[in-house]
Every structure is written in C-alpha cells, then in structure tokens.
C-alpha cells in the first residue's frame, strides 16, 4: 500500500473500469513498489499469458527510464503514453529521473 493509503494498480484499475476497460481485461501488479520490481513481476506474467507488446503508462518524466529497463531485460516491444500536465513537483522528479536513468 501506498503512502497515500491504498494501492496505485487498484486506483488505476477503477479509473479504467470507469472509462469502459472491461474489468476482465485488466491485471493489476500491487506488489511493484519500485520500477524494477513491476518490470519484473510484469515479464513473469509473460510466461503465463504469452504477450508480446507492453504500453508503459506513467508521469511523462518516467517512461524513458521504465522503457529502457525493460529493454535491458530484452523485451523490445514497448510503447507508452502519459498526460499532458505539467506540475511544480514534477521538477524534483526530473532532477531524481536522470541520474536514476543511468544507476540503473
């Protein structure tokens, strides 16, 4: 759970629902608490289910990092998407995503 006091991947998961996703389409990763951690939980799903794309969807300043870990995992075939928003907070994220980008 989420410093926030529920699970991002259920909020998540309500938010598609509500926009017509059909609930049976949708697999929630509660346990991902850390970029790594859901690209790994992610392709172990890949053997059961036998996917061959992923859509990262995340803050805009997040997705290149999340893009290129699952590209050193060797899974190629991922796209994303994110808002379109700007907020004052994002500019830490910005600054902690760099270095993060190459630490990884």
């Known amino acids: 759970m989420g410093k926030e006091g529920y699970y991002e991947g259920e909020k998540m998961k309500e938010f598609l629902v509500s926009k017509g996703i059909p609930d049976s389409l ?3 990763d509660n346990y991902g608490d850390n970029t790594r951690a859901t690209i790994d939980n992610t392709l172990a799903l890949k053997k059961e289910l036998d996917f061959n794309s992923v859509i ?3 803050q805009y300043f997040h997705v290149t990092r999340t893009k290129k870990l699952f590209k050193d995992k ?3 075939n991922v796209t994303s998407v994110s808002s379109k928003y700007f907020e004052p907070r994002d500019l830490y994220s910005i ?3 760099f270095p993060a980008y190459y630490i990884q």
């Open 26 to 28: 949708i697999l929630v």
């Open 56 to 58: 990262v969807v995340s």
């Open 74 to 76: 060797g899974f190629v």
């Open 95 to 97: 600054i902690r995503e």
